[in-house]
């Protein structure tokens, strides 16, 4: 016995190897790669995977934002930074691989919602599913006997399905009435459908985010441009101190309109009782005129913190401010090499800048100078050094450190206009030289160089702002799907759907024929308030039928399942 049994498990055996697997070939190959990519489980994964991809773009610099640091991230790391470069983490938003995830999310959310839509299409246009054999098996359910208060007769059971069809109406389900002329009608009913509609919304208004973000990031630019008090800017290409256009934006495409600065306001903490605080700038706004176009009249704006100004769909952001000392510098050979405004950086909260000047027309040798302003320059007695004891103008002073020799400019390498390459210039006077740094202040406005190079004056001081110009069209609509996002969330939240039957029986009791009523709820997924809908639904029908008699009929409930039920 055990020899016959082991011979037939080995026929199986054989037969089982012998079963040849159809190939899945290269359609469906395709057909299971698009129903993995279009699972809604891939879809998360995808835009948990775009999270984490956005983060090199924060931790590194991004050359599109400033390629002079991409460039010194190089220099300073030189085994990592061209494999990093290679990777392409110093281009993270317009890389081959962030670009990847960004379109399979987005093909995986469309592969995601068209079908759910269509389906959920054919279930809206659908009866209610049809109406259980036992109502009593439901989560939720009851039993109304109707008529019996009086000598009242029984009511027609087609007239109460009727009525209880319009009950349900006005608690927003969609019924369907069946089984007319039989011994037992019914009406089906359904609510929450709109809970489906929310879910689809919010996908579809995250594809939107996705659309109109790119769409942005193409067709848009940003721009920042650095004015003194009293210029003009045209909005050029030639204008801007750095540029960042979209992937597809034309700069022929920019709009001629001029901003100037009229004037420019600071209000600093004057608290007394605030030492920690005192000279904290608490609020700073620009006055400007905009020409919208060339040729009209120019309108007057207010420009300040988080309070952009928008100029033919450019919002116009101001992003910071500081002092430009305006200083002329004449060369060796008596002749003015350069005059104006020059722009520092801000180091502390009492406005201590540092500042760069190159002069490359300086004759016989060009001149770079970096130094210091002082907006209130005082002498500290414990250190004995020049400091500034105010962030507001009260005894401005420049300390200049002053270099000769060839700026590196001739050759045409960008180079960084706030910083100065000493390398290959010499020493004139800084605080390491004999003569120390020179400084010039209203009171001791003018000095001669070392040398025999020239002079270098201090004339002036105004104030400048630094502007943010950024057009991105795919804002509005990255706003509107937002909104429609968090709409289709709180419709996915909030609204249940939920299932409800009614069945009409005509039964007789010791009183005569009596209708029973029973209805059961039933709710797709969690419904914390499908025990109130059972109360407020009884409190409907009992009191719809008060007049013949209404009572909980536990006990006809099974004499009723005994009858025959039509059931869809």
Not at 291 to 317: H, M
Not at 337 to 347: D, L, Q
Not at 479 to 495: H, N, V
Not at 532 to 556: K, Y
């Amino acid at each position: 016995m055990a020899r016959r049994s082991d011979v037939r498990r080995k026929d199986k055996q054989k037969a089982s190897s012998e079963v040849a697997v159809p190939a899945l070939g290269v359609w469906g190959m395709l057909r299971w790669a698009w129903s993995q990519l279009t699972r809604m489980n891939t879809a998360l994964f995808l835009l948990l995977l775009l999270a984490v991809a956005a983060v090199p773009g924060s931790v590194f610099p991004q050359r599109v934002q400033d390629p002079s640091a991409v460039n010194a991230y190089i220099e300073a790391n030189p085994t990592t930074g061209p494999i990093l470069d290679k990777l392409q983490f110093f281009d993270v938003f317009s890389s081959v691989w962030f670009s990847a995830i960004y379109l399979l999310l987005f093909i995986s959310l469309v592969g995601c919602v068209i079908p759910r839509a269509r389906k959920h299409w054919q279930a809206w246009r659908a009866e209610p599913p049809r109406t259980p054999a036992r109502l009593q098996r439901l989560p939720v359910s009851r039993s109304l006997e109707l008529g019996g208060r009086d000598g009242a007769p029984a009511p027609d059971p087609e007239e109460v399905i009727e009525r209880a069809a319009q009950i349900l109406k006005k608690r927003r389900y969609r019924v369907h009435v069946r089984d007319l002329g039989t011994t037992a009608p019914s009406v089906g009913a359904e609510r929450g459908m709109w809970k489906e509609v929310g879910n689809i919304l919010f996908h579809l208004a995250l594809v939107g985010i996705l659309v109109f973000a790119a769409y942005g990031s193409m067709f848009g630019f940003k721009g920042q441009k650095i004015l003194t008090v009293g210029d003009t800017f045209a909005n050029s290409l030639i204008s801007y101190d750095s540029f960042t256009p979209g992937s597809n934006y034309n700069a022929d495409w920019l709009e001629p309109f001029t901003i100037r600065v009229d004037d420019f306001n600071v209000e600093y903490n004057r608290d007394t009782t605030d030492p920690e605080n005192f000279g904290v700038p608490l609020h700073y706004e620009a006055d400007v005129s905009i020409t919208d176009s060339p040729g009209e009249r120019a309108r007057q704006e207010v420009l300040s913190v988080n309070r952009p100004v928008e100029i033919d769909g450019v919002n116009a952001y101001l992003i910071g401010n500081g002092y430009s000392p305006v200083v002329r510098v004449t060369d060796g050979e008596g002749n003015v090499a350069y005059e104006g405004p020059v722009v520092t950086v801000p180091e502390d909260t009492s406005n201590i800048s540092a500042f760069t000047l190159k002069v490359p027309d300086a004759e016989p040798e060009q001149l770079g100078f970096s130094g210091t302003f002082l907006p209130t320059a005082w002498t500290d007695e414990e250190t004995g050094q020049l400091t500034s004891a105010d962030p507001d103008l009260g005894n401005p002073a420049l300390v200049l450190s002053v270099y000769s020799g060839d700026l590196g400019l001739d050759d045409g390498t960008p180079q960084n206009v706030y910083v100065l390459d000493v390398n290959n210039l010499d020493e004139v006077a800084s605080p390491m030289t004999e003569g120390g740094p020179i400084t010039l202040s209203e009171s001791n406005p003018k000095a001669e160089l070392p040398n025999g190079l020239g002079t270098v004056e201090y004339l002036d001081t105004v104030r400048y702002v630094g502007l943010d110009l950024n057009y991105d069209p795919g804002t509005r609509g990255v706003f509107i799907s937002f909104c429609l996002a968090f709409l289709g969330l709180i419709m996915s939240l909030f609204i249940v759907r939920r299932r409800a039957w009614v069945r009409v029986n005509t039964v007789e009791t010791a009183d005569g024929p009596r209708v029973l009523l029973q209805y059961g709820l039933l709710a797709r997924g969690e419904d914390p308030r499908l025990v109130a809908e059972d109360n407020a639904l009884a409190d409907l029908f009992t009191g719809e039928w008060e007049q013949i008699g209404v009572r909980d009929s536990e006990a006809v409930t099974t004499a009723a399942a005994r009858q025959p039920a039509a059931a869809e």
